[in-house]
Protein backbone atom coordinates (compact mmCIF):
# COMPACT_ATOMS: atom_id res chain seq x y z
CA UNK A 1 0.00 0.00 0.00
CA UNK A 2 1.36 3.46 -0.95
CA UNK A 3 2.18 5.76 1.70
CA UNK A 4 -0.12 9.13 1.16
CA UNK A 5 2.79 12.09 1.88
CA UNK A 6 1.76 13.97 4.78
CA UNK A 7 0.20 17.94 4.24
CA UNK A 8 2.14 20.69 6.20
CA UNK A 9 0.32 22.24 9.08
CA UNK A 10 -2.66 24.49 8.28
CA UNK A 11 -3.18 26.82 6.48
CA UNK A 12 -1.29 25.48 3.66
CA UNK A 13 0.71 27.62 1.07
CA UNK A 14 0.58 27.82 -2.20
CA UNK A 15 4.16 26.34 -2.18
CA UNK A 16 3.52 23.38 -0.12
CA UNK A 17 0.15 22.44 -1.95
CA UNK A 18 1.86 22.45 -5.33
CA UNK A 19 4.97 20.17 -3.26
CA UNK A 20 1.89 17.97 -1.70
CA UNK A 21 0.30 17.54 -5.51
CA UNK A 22 4.15 16.82 -6.55
CA UNK A 23 5.02 13.96 -3.80
CA UNK A 24 1.45 12.67 -4.80
CA UNK A 25 2.78 11.73 -8.54
CA UNK A 26 -0.11 14.71 -9.58
CA UNK A 27 -0.05 16.56 -12.77
CA UNK A 28 -0.29 20.09 -12.67
CA UNK A 29 0.74 23.31 -14.51
CA UNK A 30 0.26 26.69 -12.63
CA UNK A 31 -0.10 30.33 -14.21
CA UNK A 32 0.90 33.59 -12.31
CA UNK A 33 -1.72 36.29 -13.32
CA UNK A 34 -3.36 39.42 -11.57
CA UNK A 35 -5.38 39.00 -9.11
CA UNK A 36 -9.20 37.74 -10.17
CA UNK A 37 -12.34 37.74 -7.88
CA UNK A 38 -14.69 36.96 -10.70
CA UNK A 39 -15.78 34.37 -13.39
CA UNK A 40 -16.04 37.77 -15.86
CA UNK A 41 -12.51 39.34 -14.94
CA UNK A 42 -11.04 35.18 -15.68
CA UNK A 43 -11.42 35.40 -19.13
CA UNK A 44 -8.30 36.53 -20.63
CA UNK A 45 -7.06 33.64 -18.22
CA UNK A 46 -9.01 31.00 -19.84
CA UNK A 47 -7.97 31.41 -23.38
CA UNK A 48 -4.23 30.43 -21.98
CA UNK A 49 -5.67 27.43 -20.53
CA UNK A 50 -7.55 24.72 -21.78
CA UNK A 51 -10.20 22.78 -19.89
CA UNK A 52 -12.89 23.43 -17.33
CA UNK A 53 -12.66 26.76 -16.04
CA UNK A 54 -14.49 26.21 -12.23
CA UNK A 55 -16.34 28.65 -10.34
CA UNK A 56 -16.51 28.32 -6.38
CA UNK A 57 -18.91 28.62 -3.74
CA UNK A 58 -18.48 28.63 -0.20
CA UNK A 59 -22.05 28.12 1.80
CA UNK A 60 -24.08 27.73 4.84
CA UNK A 61 -27.29 26.47 5.61
CA UNK A 62 -29.45 27.98 8.10
CA UNK A 63 -28.56 24.92 10.50
CA UNK A 64 -24.88 25.89 10.32
CA UNK A 65 -23.45 23.18 8.14
CA UNK A 66 -20.80 24.16 5.62
CA UNK A 67 -20.86 23.23 1.74
CA UNK A 68 -18.45 24.26 -1.00
CA UNK A 69 -19.90 23.75 -4.56
CA UNK A 70 -17.18 23.49 -7.04
CA UNK A 71 -18.92 23.95 -10.81
CA UNK A 72 -18.13 24.75 -14.49
CA UNK A 73 -17.77 28.93 -14.48
CA UNK A 74 -21.38 28.63 -17.23
CA UNK A 75 -23.41 26.21 -14.33
CA UNK A 76 -26.60 28.01 -13.55
CA UNK A 77 -26.27 27.33 -9.73
CA UNK A 78 -30.14 28.18 -8.14
CA UNK A 79 -28.94 29.04 -4.74
CA UNK A 80 -32.96 29.19 -3.41
CA UNK A 81 -33.42 25.61 -4.85
CA UNK A 82 -30.06 23.87 -3.67
CA UNK A 83 -30.98 23.49 -0.52
CA UNK A 84 -33.75 21.40 -1.92
CA UNK A 85 -31.45 19.39 -3.96
CA UNK A 86 -28.80 18.78 -1.22
CA UNK A 87 -31.21 17.65 1.34
CA UNK A 88 -29.99 20.26 3.53
CA UNK A 89 -31.30 23.82 5.39
CA UNK A 90 -31.72 27.27 3.18
CA UNK A 91 -28.62 28.39 1.96
CA UNK A 92 -26.33 31.27 2.03
CA UNK A 93 -22.65 32.69 1.43
CA UNK A 94 -20.78 31.89 4.15
CA UNK A 95 -18.84 35.05 5.91
CA UNK A 96 -15.24 35.83 4.96
CA UNK A 97 -14.45 35.06 8.42
CA UNK A 98 -16.12 31.49 8.44
CA UNK A 99 -14.55 30.61 4.69
CA UNK A 100 -11.19 31.39 6.22
CA UNK A 101 -11.57 29.34 9.59
CA UNK A 102 -12.61 26.16 7.30
CA UNK A 103 -10.89 26.46 4.82
CA UNK A 104 -7.86 28.97 4.74
CA UNK A 105 -8.50 31.23 2.43
CA UNK A 106 -10.11 34.39 1.81
CA UNK A 107 -13.01 35.48 -0.78
CA UNK A 108 -12.06 35.66 -4.20
CA UNK A 109 -9.59 32.25 -3.22
CA UNK A 110 -12.61 29.79 -2.86
CA UNK A 111 -11.10 26.50 -4.57
CA UNK A 112 -11.41 22.94 -4.43
CA UNK A 113 -7.74 23.06 -3.11
CA UNK A 114 -8.42 24.71 0.06
CA UNK A 115 -10.02 20.79 1.05
CA UNK A 116 -6.52 20.42 2.25
CA UNK A 117 -7.19 22.83 5.18
CA UNK A 118 -10.62 21.02 6.00
CA UNK A 119 -8.89 17.99 7.97
CA UNK A 120 -11.83 17.39 9.74
CA UNK A 121 -13.71 16.84 6.90
CA UNK A 122 -16.26 19.94 8.57
CA UNK A 123 -16.95 20.93 4.90
CA UNK A 124 -19.52 18.86 2.77
CA UNK A 125 -17.92 19.09 -1.18
CA UNK A 126 -19.95 18.73 -4.10
CA UNK A 127 -18.64 18.70 -7.55
CA UNK A 128 -20.26 19.24 -10.97
CA UNK A 129 -20.27 16.70 -13.46
CA UNK A 130 -20.32 19.22 -16.36
CA UNK A 131 -17.16 20.65 -14.51
CA UNK A 132 -15.58 16.91 -14.08
CA UNK A 133 -16.82 16.17 -18.03
CA UNK A 134 -13.17 18.20 -18.87
CA UNK A 135 -10.02 16.10 -18.91
CA UNK A 136 -8.32 19.26 -17.64
CA UNK A 137 -9.63 21.27 -14.62
CA UNK A 138 -8.77 24.79 -13.54
CA UNK A 139 -8.65 25.96 -9.57
CA UNK A 140 -6.76 28.73 -7.95
CA UNK A 141 -3.96 27.43 -6.39
CA UNK A 142 -5.49 28.63 -3.02
CA UNK A 143 -4.74 32.34 -4.09
CA UNK A 144 -6.67 34.21 -6.92
CA UNK A 145 -3.70 35.37 -8.30
CA UNK A 146 -2.76 32.16 -10.10
CA UNK A 147 -4.55 29.48 -11.90
CA UNK A 148 -3.41 25.75 -11.61
CA UNK A 149 -4.30 22.78 -14.01
CA UNK A 150 -4.54 19.33 -13.93
CA UNK A 151 -6.51 16.47 -15.44
CA UNK A 152 -9.50 15.75 -13.40
CA UNK A 153 -8.83 12.34 -12.71
CA UNK A 154 -6.19 14.01 -10.85
CA UNK A 155 -8.29 15.86 -8.85
CA UNK A 156 -10.23 12.48 -7.77
CA UNK A 157 -6.86 10.99 -6.80
CA UNK A 158 -6.04 14.44 -4.44
CA UNK A 159 -9.44 14.38 -2.64
CA UNK A 160 -9.02 10.57 -2.21
CA UNK A 161 -5.62 11.38 -0.21
CA UNK A 162 -7.91 13.63 1.83
CA UNK A 163 -10.14 10.71 2.39
CA UNK A 164 -12.77 12.39 0.31
CA UNK A 165 -15.06 11.62 -1.96
CA UNK A 166 -17.05 14.30 -3.86
CA UNK A 167 -20.56 14.21 -4.54
CA UNK A 168 -20.69 15.04 -8.34
CA UNK A 169 -23.84 16.52 -9.37
CA UNK A 170 -25.28 17.00 -12.61
CA UNK A 171 -26.56 20.38 -11.92
CA UNK A 172 -28.62 20.59 -15.45
CA UNK A 173 -30.59 17.65 -14.85
Known sequence: MTQIPTLPPRPVSRADLLAWFDALGLSHTTVDHAP???VAESDAIKVEMPGGHSKNLFLKDKKGALILISALQSTQIKLNQMHARLGCARL????PDLLEEALGVLPGSVTAFALVNDPHHRVRFI???ALMAHDIVNFHPLKN???TAMPSQDLLRMLNAL???PEIIDFSA
Not at 92 to 95: P, V
Open 127 to 129: LDA
Open 163 to 165: GRE
Open 36 to 38: VFT
Open 92 to 95: SFGK
Open 145 to 147: DAT
